[in-house]
């Protein structure tokens, strides 16, 4: 009672000067029972906890009533009592439990709520040990009075979901009771307390020591001994080397000062960061070691993504980074917020490998989070890459290190995560790049360059955290001897298993893309033959668009905010098209540099309209259908539209052309005659079906110069390489003739993976390094032939013919 005064003064000093960053839930939904009393467990006792917390709670409304003698907030007993401490003082959860069989209805409510001062990841080690309370180790009362005015603006609060400790309550055993819940609740504060901070670090150095001082490592020390002829002592300096280049150094002060200053450049960049997803990963973080993969659109990305998850209240990843970005000034900074840096190939060099290996393994081993972009690189064309298989194939490599050595290692989870942009800083930088220029050099004058361009509008931005992929029972269930098989080498069971890993995360990926305006007129505007179009067509447009986006469960194309009058409006002031006035009316306009910048957005997005563009595409040829002639005639082309543009397929091909051929019916875009399905009689609603068809257009062209080149020739001849560089060579003549101002429609890497496709669907195949093909290639391409209608077949095949003659003539 005496403390009573002191107590009051001392709350109302924590409320003016503690400033709430972060509160998972909100305080106002959480589902309590009003019918039955509530008590809030803190993990140890400490008075500010517990004065910053009736503060909340009094703010929020939330009840604190108690018995007289008693308090609604209770704190479990430490493990390990101190000197002066009274040692066998009674649990305040045993007393809770004493009234239980007496009075069913007293059952209360346990709340458990974490309260973290700053956010220092877990360190034995430096000056913010002293001041971040919150590390792994419980402090004092002098360090705690320290945190408090240090960290008084970076408060963290967790509630945890309510605990009935009736439920829990056995009346033959009472006294087992308080145990049990005590037991639940520790459990519960470790994993909240592992989301949080993340597993301890270890001092930079002491981890490369022991990177160095591992088996991997001193094998391949003495593999490069015996063949280079040099000593160990040497080649060991050269690992510690490779592991001081390599090694991130989290720092509590620059995650702070990201933090800061990421918080001002996001609300002068953005209008706004949508984040979606993020309760499926915070339910994990506690005890899974999480590997997020990302698509790779901008450098922005790994910035978003930390600052993101550690807004979110969860630890900011290990980020895997080009050696590029390691530059000066930037580079420290980088590797203190979480960077550790790896050279773009180091397949001729294993020592460095070893390094590399052991290194992510130790991160993995102890539970760390970590980043890294399966594309490898950032997309310049807006698709997505295909998946490389390096860091994946590291990965479950050391996930099958720990089941062999019998560590017992947390499940493994991939949280696939989507970037929306509505407009990208590296705009014109890729579109230079995808015109053949060579990539240029980063540097910090380059980057303190692009700070300028910080007034221009960049419109909103998404982060949408996808289904995670549970590695552990994802392997499980496609290839079982994985747990028993040696991880060392290249295991057969790592051959099957990481193409298709990869395959199903890039769509994982896709399948959680968010539609924003850019990408909605980028569909709509690219799908005009000269990228000039009516407003009011286009809003049509963009409306049906956005309805074809919606709709089938699990999908996530819903199309933001706003009429399509507002999308048109944020497009133009995004600088993506501009509007015309015309006595007969507004036309909207985009030239040949916004129609370069406009593919970026409409590649974003084209997977979730592929299957729809693939049916409306083939009315424009044949007027009329039905499910069953349709799918077959698409069958041989959609396995590779899904292998390039990695789409999440549907089970079964015709109940899902059937249900677009009903979706494409309720627009207005086909009619249902007599089982069957027919273009439209409206010209309007002729010329939206085959604005949606031409989306598809620009993958069936390159599809069919591809094929013309390899059928004009036997079987056997050609070249993968040859193949490809023909058949971009005469997508650029196409674009050229066309005014068609995409460098992505020839690039040579789609021309490439097309080939791969082909051959993973068995249409081709490879022997000698020569591309060989059957009958059954020649009869599908003349099925996919008769898609397109005879004036685009007339004019492929002429170009066809015309790059063939050239090329004789060069022989």
């Not at 009346?171 to 639940?184: D, I, Y």
Request: glycine share 6%.
């Amino acid at each position: 009672m005496a403390w009573r005064p002191l107590h009051a003064l001392l709350r109302r000093l924590l409320d003016a000067w503690v400033e709430l960053r972060h509160c998972d839930p909100a305080p106002d939904t959480l589902a309590l029972d009003p019918e039955r009393p509530v008590r809030y467990v803190l993990p140890h006792r400490a008075l500010s906890d517990r004065l910053l917390l009736e503060n909340l709670c009094r703010r929020h409304g939330l009840p604190l009533d108690a018995p007289p003698g008693t308090s609604a907030i209770l704190s479990l007993p430490e493990a390990r009592r101190r000197r002066w401490r009274r040692r066998h003082s009674s649990s305040p959860l045993a007393a809770l439990t004493e009234g239980l069989s007496d009075s069913p209805r007293a059952d209360p409510q346990l709340v458990p709520v974490s309260i973290f001062w700053g956010r220092a990841p877990g360190k034995r080690f430096g000056f913010w040990k002293l001041l971040a309370a919150d590390s792994w180790a419980l402090t004092g009362r002098l360090r705690r009075l320290l945190s408090v005015l240090v960290n008084g603006r970076s408060v963290e609060v967790v509630f945890g979901a309510p605990l009935r400790l009736g439920e829990l309550h056995d009346p033959a055993r009472p006294e087992l009771t308080a145990r049990k819940a005590g037991r639940l609740l520790r459990v519960h504060f470790r994993r909240v307390r592992t989301r949080v901070l993340g597993p301890d670090l270890s001092h930079r150095r002491t981890l490369i020591d022991s990177v160095v001082a591992s088996p991997e490592v001193r094998r391949a020390i003495d593999e490069a001994a015996a063949a280079q002829e040099r000593s160990r002592a040497r080649l060991t300096r050269r690992a510690q080397r490779y592991g001081r280049e390599i090694a991130s150094n989290m720092s509590y002060p620059v995650l702070r000062f990201f933090d800061q200053l990421l918080k001002r450049l996001w609300t002068r960049l953005y209008d706004g960061v949508e984040v979606t997803g993020m309760e499926a990963v915070k339910a994990l973080a506690g005890d899974h070691t999480l590997v997020y993969v990302p698509c790779h659109r901008s450098h922005i990305d790994y910035l978003l993504l930390s600052y993101v998850l550690y807004r979110q209240g969860l630890m900011p990843p290990h980020i895997a980074a080009g050696r590029n970005l390691d530059m000066p000034i930037v580079g420290p900074l980088l590797r203190r917020g979480g960077a550790f840096f790896m050279r773009r190939s180091f397949r001729d060099n294993r020592l460095y490998a070893a390094v590399f290996d052991a290194y992510l393994h130790r991160l993995l081993a102890r539970g760390h989070a970590l980043e890294y972009f399966i594309e490898g690189g950032r997309s310049r064309s807006g698709r997505l890459l295909p998946p490389r298989p390096g860091m994946l194939a590291m990965t479950l490599r050391s996930q099958a290190r720990l089941i062999q050595e019998q560590r017992r290692p947390r499940p493994l989870a991939f949280v696939p995560v989507y970037f929306g942009y509505e407009r990208v800083m590296e705009n014109a930088s890729y579109r230079r790049e995808l015109a053949g220029e060579k990539k240029r050099k980063e540097s910090p004058l380059a980057l303190f360059g692009t700070l300028r361009r910080l007034r221009e509008p960049f419109g909103r931005v998404t982060v949408a955290c996808g289904e995670p992929l549970i590695l552990d029972q994802w392997l499980d269930a496609r290839a079982p001897e994985w747990r028993q098989a040696s991880p060392q080498g290249r295991p057969a069971w790592l051959g099957q298993a990481l193409p298709a890993l990869g395959q199903t995360l890039s769509r994982r990926i896709n399948a959680t893309a968010r539609l924003n305006a850019s990408n909605l007129v980028a569909l709509a505007m690219l799908a005009t033959p000269q990228r000039v179009i009516e407003t009011p067509r286009l809003e049509h447009q963009l409306r049906l668009l956005a309805r074809l986006g919606q709709a089938r469960p699990g999908e996530s194309l819903a199309p933001p905010e706003g009429t399509p009058g507002d999308w048109i409006d944020h497009a133009e002031r995004l600088g993506l098209i501009r509007r015309r006035p015309q006595a007969l009316g507004e036309l909207v306009v985009a030239d040949a540099d916004q129609a370069a910048q406009l593919g970026w957005y409409r590649n974003n997005v084209l997977h979730g309209f592929a299957l729809p563009g693939l049916v409306a595409f083939a009315f424009r040829n044949t007027p009329r259908h039905d499910a069953a002639s349709l799918t077959h005639r698409l069958s041989p082309i959609w396995p590779l539209l899904v292998r390039e543009l990695a789409i999440t397929a549907p089970d079964d091909l015709t109940a899902a052309t059937t249900e677009q051929l009903c979706r494409l019916t309720d627009q207005g875009l086909l009619e249902a005659v007599d089982g069957s399905w027919q273009r439209p009689q409206s010209l309007a609603d002729q010329a939206a079906l085959d604005q949606l068809g031409a989306l598809v257009e620009p993958f069936l062209a390159r599809g069919f110069l591809l094929l013309t080149v390899l059928l004009r020739q036997p079987s056997g001849r050609a070249t993968p390489k040859a193949l490809a560089d023909q058949g971009r060579q005469l997508a650029e003549r196409l674009a050229l003739l066309s005014g068609l101002p995409a460098p992505e429609f020839f690039d040579a890497s789609l021309f490439a993976a097309l080939l791969e496709g082909l051959e993973a669907e068995g249409w081709v195949w490879r022997d000698d390094e020569r591309v060989h093909y059957g009958a059954t290639l020649r009869e599908a391409a003349r099925h996919a032939q008769e898609l397109f209608d005879s004036t685009l077949r007339q004019r492929l095949m002429l170009l066809a013919e015309a790059g063939e003659d050239n090329g004789q003539e060069k022989s």
